[in-house]
């Protein structure tokens, strides 16, 4: 299913399709082409035959790099919410239902008290490598709770979780992996501080994770069995609000918004996180 809808965005499913067209077609010519150009004619003869066939093997060789060039180019896509649509990303919790994210301000807001998750997300199934950064501001901390990036996404069978709050024990950054449902790794820098733009990144390459707080490298994480799926964010208990999304990847479609600014919201200096964490233990 692709997440992409056939609204304002629609641009990004047809840059990425287009490519995947392309591509087809140019092979297609090639093959076509190749097997004309060694047809044997009466008036062939066998020195014509040779230098046609280098010429062929000469044009191999060129559409072999240009492929792997083409296919190798990471592309990125960009999001700041400012055409106040939720185009291209899809709520991925609770299923169905109402929508409950929204732009407000030229950002992405999610109310969402309670013990009960929320995310959202982009990109396809088959994303594996990428790396993406956003900017979010906690608006109010409803009680224990976490603010996510959610990484490797196929629904609900299959997902990485890095969480930055307090429900992380001790509170700070961890990771929660489904399948298995339990945390594999954390990282004791205790919870963002309200009302303050912070900075989230993650890199996923291959079985590496790498995940950064502000700019600061909090997480490395190893896991060999999650490789692919769609990428996102979400909360729990929290009211929060999501904006200046970058996704790279060989897998993502080139999409930046005519409004995009790039100069980069200004976050907090490092050290002004809660502190609280180091003396806190409740389970
Ligand atoms: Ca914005
Ligand atoms: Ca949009």
Not at 92 to 110: N, T
């Amino acid at each position: 299913m692709s997440l992409w809808p056939d609204r304002t965005d629609v641009m990004l499913a047809e840059v990425g399709d287009f490519g995947k067209r392309k591509t087809g077609y140019g092979l297609a010519f090639f093959l076509l082409f190749a097997w004309w150009i060694q047809q044997p004619t009466t008036r062939l003869r066998r020195r014509e035959v040779k230098r046609r066939t280098f010429c062929i093997q000469a044009l191999a060789c060129g559409f072999i790099l240009m492929m792997s060039a083409f296919t190798g180019r990471a592309g990125t896509f960009r999001d700041d919410f400012e055409d106040r649509n939720t185009d291209g990303w899809q709520q991925f919790a609770p299923p169905g239902g109402e929508m409950l994210w929204k732009v407000i301000d030229g950002a992405l807001e999610i109310a969402r008290p309670g013990t009960s998750s929320t995310g959202i997300v982009t990109g396809e199934a088959y994303w594996a490598d990428y790396v993406i950064e956003f900017d979010v501001l906690p608006v109010e901390h409803h009680g224990e709770g976490d603010i996510h990036l959610l990484a490797r996404t196929q629904g609900f069978d299959q997902l990485l979780i890095f969480n930055v709050g307090d429900f992380c024990e001790p509170d700070g950054v961890c990771v929660h992996r489904i399948p298995g449902d339990k945390i594999v790794a954390n990282a004791p820098i205790g919870a963002l501080t309200p009302n303050e733009w912070h900075h989230l990144k993650l890199a996923a390459e291959g079985a590496e994770f790498t995940f950064w707080v502000n700019g600061e490298k909090v997480i490395s994480y190893r896991d060999t069995d999650i490789k692919e799926g769609s990428v996102g964010f979400g909360v729990t208990n929290y009211t929060a609000r999501f904006d200046n999304v970058v996704i790279t990847g060989p897998d993502v479609p080139d999409f930046t918004p005519p409004t995009w600014e790039v100069e980069p919201r200004p976050v907090q200096p490092k050290g002004k996180l809660a502190t609280t964490w180091a003396t806190l233990k409740r389970k």
